[in-house]
Structure formats: structure tokens, C-alpha cells
């Protein structure tokens, strides 16, 4: 399978902690997404890194990009209950097509 | 912003019947969108690509003739689950790529088919 593989798989954090997650595939990339999704919704775009970045920031969003290791992390600092919600990555394979990551759920407890 | 609905977001039907999930794009054109399917606390499986005008393209494993793609519009694309089975019940989503260059994927909101 192309799938990524994400962890950790589930995340349980205190309201003003920052949360990491880290996604790692298998492929080479144009670039490469994080999505997240609230339960039994749909996918809502967070960001997007290029394979040429390294680095990118968005609000309280930090992603990272390691093409060497295939990897990717996310950051989302000073995190809030209403940030709990499923965590995707996802990788461009061809145009528009992506291949996403096994998922990280986070809970972030008032 | 680019909007994707997705209609129903939820059916019930009796096994045997077939059932048809619609996906608009509703402020852009997309000439391809995309079928997933997710099982609870999984992640997205693409199912195929759908391509307005011409055949879907079906994912490695994805029988063709129980996902029936249809995208006769740029705007309209359609999944039918012909003869429904209990074990077609999952979450089915479609993305449609917004256009304009980013590579973003817009997403319906889902549509969750139970078969009894």
C-alpha cells in the first residue's frame, strides 16, 4: 500500500499544550497537505508545503518537510478544545490525487 | 471559497437495492473529482477518480461495477453502489480539486450509507 503511516494513531493533550503529529510516506512528492476532519464530516484543507519547502507556518500551524527521510510533521500550538478533530496527511501523487495518511486523532481536554 | 455538496449525507437502504450519492461543485468547475471511502476512525481509501466526459478511473481492488461513476457535468459527479451489501456501509466522500493552480482539494461533507 501507498498509504502514509502517521503517529502517534490517537493524542490526548490539556487545552494550551501544543500538539505534534508526524507523518511519514513512501513515494516521492509534489508536495504534500494536512487536512483535518471533525467527526463524521468531511476533510477541510489546513496547509500545504511544497517538496521544494522545508518549513511554513500558518496562524498556529507549523509544518515541516524532510524529503531526505520522507517525512512531515505538524504542529499546532496553544491548542484548543475545539481543535479536537482528526489529523490527515496527505501526499500529491499525480494532479489533485493524494494519497492520505493513516490519521491522527486529537483530543485536547478543557 | 470553493464549495463541494454532497447529497444524501445519510441513507439507509435494504440490501440488494442501489443507491446513488451526488457531488456538486457548486461555485467552480471540476473536471475531476474524487470518491473515497473511510471506514470508522480509518483514513480515506480512494476509490477513483471521475472524469467528466470520459470513464473513472478505478483504484487497484475497486469493482468497477458495484461503484458505478458517473460525471456527465463539471459540475456533477455521481457514485452509485449497485446491489448493496452490508458490507458496502462506510462513509463515502468526494474532493474535487479547486482549479485554481494550489492543487487544494474541497471536500463534501460525506455521505454515510448504512445497508441493513
Known amino acids: 500500500s501507498q498509504q502514509g503511516e502517521e503517529d502517534p494513531q490517537a493524542l490526548s493533550i490539556q487545552e494550551g499544550e501544543n500538539a505534534t503529529m508526524n507523518c511519514s510516506y513512501k513515494t516521492s512528492i509534489n508536495n504534500l497537505q494536512w487536512y483535518r476532519q471533525n467527526s463524521g464530516r468531511g476533510l477541510v484543507h489546513l496547509i500545504l508545503?511544497?517538496?521544494?519547502?522545508r518549513e511554513k507556518h500558518s496562524g498556529r500551524l507549523r509544518v515541516t518537510l524532510d524529503t531526505s527521510k520522507k517525512s512531515s510533521s505538524l504542529l499546532i500550538t496553544a491548542s484548543r478544545a475545539a481543535d479536537t478533530a482528526s489529523y490527515f496527511c496527505?501526499?500529491?501523487?499525480?494532479?489533485?490525487?493524494?494519497?492520505f495518511g493513516t490519521g491522527t486523532r486529537l483530543k485536547v481536554l478543557a | 471559497g470553493a464549495v463541494v455538496s454532497q447529497h444524501p449525507s445519510r441513507v439507509i437502504c435494504k440490501s440488494g437495492t442501489s443507491v446513488k450519492i451526488e457531488c456538486r461543485s457548486l461555485d467552480f468547475q471540476a473536471t475531476t473529482m474524487f470518491w473515497y471511502r473511510q471506514f470508522p476512525k480509518q483514513s480515506l481509501m480512494l476509490m477513483a477518480t471521475?472524469?467528466?466526459?470520459?470513464?473513472?478511473?478505478?483504484e487497484q481492488g475497486v469493482e468497477k461495477d458495484k461503484f458505478l461513476i458517473n460525471h456527465a457535468s463539471l459540475t456533477l459527479s455521481t457514485l452509485t453502489v449497485t446491489s448493496a451489501h452490508p458490507e458496502d456501509s462506510s462513509f463515502y466522500i468526494c474532493s474535487a480539486g479547486q482549479g485554481t493552480g494550489a492543487n487544494v482539494l474541497t471536500f463534501g461533507a460525506g455521505s454515510r450509507l448504512t445497508v441493513l
Open positions: 496527505a501526499t500529491e501523487t499525480g494532479t489533485y490525487k493524494y494519497i
Open positions: 508545503i511544497r517538496s521544494n519547502e
Open positions: 471521475s472524469n467528466e466526459g470520459s470513464k473513472a478511473t478505478y
